[in-house]
């Protein structure tokens, strides 16, 4: 151990964060899960990120990787172990205007990204929230306000520069390394540190975005209508249908559908979105011309003691209709959980279900259920929220690693199909076959 730290302190020239610092508190914590760590490593540099994962691994140290730290389940950070914070590899750059390539350092945020394209037209395919990590989101997924029209965050990765478990630094792409490249697609941070993506931009102009409300009492109609329309709908609309919100009512708060279409035209927006306004008792109507930037909102920081329990999974479209019964009958009950249910097919649908680690290619809808709470409420909750998921269960598969509290064997099957975990495992034995990389939905070695 000393030793392994001896050579820390002279290969790493970014800062060394411990215990009894005056950074300490705030860099000990990802976004919402407090952790103890021994050491908090800020890398300046592609070297100290190898120089940090040597450290992790010699020392035979538990290692977390953060990026923006949102990971519900708290990957970000640990208890005695190693925290590599990629805060300061946080660059945007062009580097090919013509074929709109983007590389973006692996502790970017979203909203970095955002604020250094739109000078340039340009946007990525992306999350919702400035403040999520580009790397976490990309690694597992992406579905965004631009979902539909182009593809999952990962469908636009090029490239990747990858530190391996054993501190060697990689390309991965179709041509180098397209074992690992298929893996990270997909596969979280199972495989190394990612210090920088190459992602295609599109051009962007601005994008009618805004929030269309119903009252509580006609969630059913309102729900089926929704999912009708936007199985036909141009795929520039990209939807997300929010019911038993707690901080509005809980049962009795507004349906809110809210909206993003990706073009500036009014006629065409009108046409796609007014088979919405239709379907009920419109109550709020916010809908307007904005920025692209200016559909990610900003993160949440719980306060302390709170707690968040996410699950979430994908319904095909034979299974829209009583999942969609279910969640209206839910959301309408005592002690329903927040419910958000996310439009996606389109461009996600065009890509074969074995190109990528991210399997669930087939889905029309991916949804999420949220408890939040002190921890005997989330506690208390739990029958209830066990109750509901059992109800779902037969019409409803996988999972969406980006809405997941908890990281057991059975989220990971969730995940990934039988196929993809067995090639995802072996993808592991050839580059992190001492499981380096567990603090994620973990993938162990074949």
Do not use: C
């Not at 893996?183 to 975005?209: M, Q, W």
């Amino acid at each position: 151990m000393s030793s392994a730290l001896e050579s820390l302190r002279r290969d790493f020239g970014g800062g060394i964060i411990e215990p009894g610092d005056a950074e300490y508190e705030a860099a000990s914590r990802s976004i919402l899960v407090t952790g103890s760590p021994a050491y908090v490593l800020r890398p300046e540099s592609v070297g100290d990120v190898r120089a940090a994962v040597r450290f992790a691994a010699a020392a035979g140290l538990p290692l977390a990787v953060r990026g923006g730290g949102h990971a519900f389940a708290g990957f970000g950070t640990n208890d005695g172990g190693v925290v590599i914070d990629l805060g300061g590899l946080a660059n945007v750059e062009i580097i090919d205007k013509e074929r709109h390539l983007v590389r973006i350092g692996g502790g970017a945020t979203w909203g970095q990204v955002a604020a250094a394209l739109t000078p340039h037209g340009l946007a990525i395919s992306s999350g919702d929230t400035r403040s999520v990590g580009v790397g976490g989101l990309t690694l597992s997924g992406g579905i965004g306000w631009k979902v539909r029209k182009h593809g999952l965050t990962l469908d636009n990765l090029v490239a990747a520069e990858v530190v391996t478990a054993g501190g060697e630094v990689v390309r991965a792409s179709t041509e180098q390394h397209p074992d690992l490249f298929w893996a990270l697609r997909g596969g979280g941070g199972n495989f190394g540190v990612v210090t920088a993506f190459e992602l295609t931009a599109h051009p962007t102009t601005d994008v009618f975005y805004g929030k269309i409300t119903f009252p509580a009492a006609e969630v059913a109609t309102v729900l089926k209508g929704w999912a009708d329309h936007l199985r036909t709908a141009p795929e520039e609309l990209t939807s997300i249908a929010n019911l038993a919100n707690p901080f509005a009512g809980g049962p009795e708060a507004p349906v809110e559908i809210l909206v993003a279409f990706d073009g500036d035209d009014p006629e065409l927006a009108h046409r796609a979105i007014d088979p919405i306004r239709r379907l009920g008792t419109v109550i709020g109507d916010d809908v307007a011309l904005r920025p692209y930037a200016d559909t990610l909102v900003d993160g949440l920081t719980p306060p302390p003691g709170i707690q968040l329990v996410t699950r979430s999974a994908f319904a095909d479209r034979e299974s829209v209709p009583a999942v969609l019964r279910i969640l209206a009958e839910v959301g309408a009950s005592a002690g329903s959980p927040f419910i958000a249910v996310r439009s996606v097919g389109g461009a996600v649908a065009r890509v074969p279900a074995d190109a990528t680690a991210f399997a669930h290619r087939r889905a029309e809808l991916m949804f999420v259920t949220t408890t939040a709470g002190p921890k005997p409420v989330v506690e208390a909750a739990g029958p209830v929220l066990d109750a509901i998921w059992k109800r779902l269960a037969p019409h409803v598969s996988g999972a969406y690693a980006n809405f997941l509290t908890s990281a057991t064997e059975d989220d990971v099957a969730a995940i990934y199909p039988a196929e993809t975990h067995r090639r995802l495992a072996e993808v592991k034995r050839q580059y992190d076959p001492r499981n380096v990389f567990a603090r994620n939905h973990n993938v162990r070695p074949q």
